[in-house]
């Protein structure tokens, strides 16, 4: 922000429009030039030498990365943050700059999909102990905890079942042996949970979601503790990590409207998520900011919002076939993977071969919803449609 005033002092909507522009160092435009750039020209060799100028090959920033820098820094709390090409890079990331050879990581088994891939392909080969856990085990996670444990990987609600996670007592606990605590933050985004204030170290966000917010760009975001944070910009530099110019500005761009699209998310997917919770076809929705969900206690305690993404089970009994038919007859939703734009999305939920930790019942057919900025009744509609599809 260009004023003196500390963030602190300004409410989160307020920071979001704000963070990270500097009009008076650009000839008083509102938004940071998009820096195409490879070189950066010096003056004369004792500059060159002297390590002092902030801009010193586009590598390593630009005024357009550190806009986006600094606006999720200061949403996020952070000492510092930094911009991966993905939301799966980010999580990578993260993991690598807090742990070596010899170290092991506990990660909650219900992590997102590719987090998981990631973990059991590349982990191990540089010698690193991977254990699954219940994401239900809170404080418990103790007895998980080996001489080698170096961090916790949590993420809630959880990917494709939406268990919430006792996010503070998992910190707590990890802080008595000195383990690093990361947090998949994609769901609620930096708007409705500030992983660091309830103990977090590394909070990372896919931005291709709610970030960039139409569905046109990949991004990841790491925020890390003053703890965390020397080892991940010291990873961030050495493995040359780039996230290009146009892209970042996107981000930024998607950004400052993301309180208003989150709020029309939010309201629309409660009254959608209310609308099929009363269905017959429909025995349970699987969103935390419904009452009847089982983490809506923790949801209320630690975060400030929902997204649109949750997921529903279809009435005892319906066949893959059902399913499949309500899938094919959706027309507003689209089918396909990511979330997190302005527009409606849904696929089949499977938990094959997705947890080890923990025993999905498999005779339960789901299904994900992302709720867009559509008109609510014509999802309604649209959803109604498909459940007369599977089920006449
Ligand atoms: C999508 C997603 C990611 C990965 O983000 P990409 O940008 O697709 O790589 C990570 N975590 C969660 C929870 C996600 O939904």
Redesign the pocket.
Known sequence: MTTNKPTDAYFLDTVLTHAGNDPQNFHGFVNPPVVHASTVLFPDVETMEGGKKRYYYGRRGTPTSDALEEAIRQMEGAKGVKLAN????A?ALACLSCLKAGDHILIADTA?G??RHFADTVLPKYGIEVTYYDPAVGGGIKSLFQPNTAAVFT?APG?LTFEMQDIPAIAEAARTIGATVLM?N??ASPLFCKPLDLGVDLSIQ?G??YIVGHSDT???TVAASEKAWPALEALHGALGVHVAPDDVYLALRGLRTLSVRLERHMRSSLEIATWLEARDDVSRVHYPALESDPGHAIWKRDFTGACGLFAFDFKAGTTKEQSTAFFNALTLFGLGY?WGGYESLAIPVHLKGARTATTPDSSVVSGRLHIGLEDPRDLKADLDAAFKAAFG
Not at 86 to 89: A, F, H
Request: aromatic share 10%; proline share 5%.
């Open positions: 993905s939301g799966l890079n999580v997102y590719p987090t993420e990917s998949d994609t769901w896919a291709t979601k990949m991004m990841g990511s």
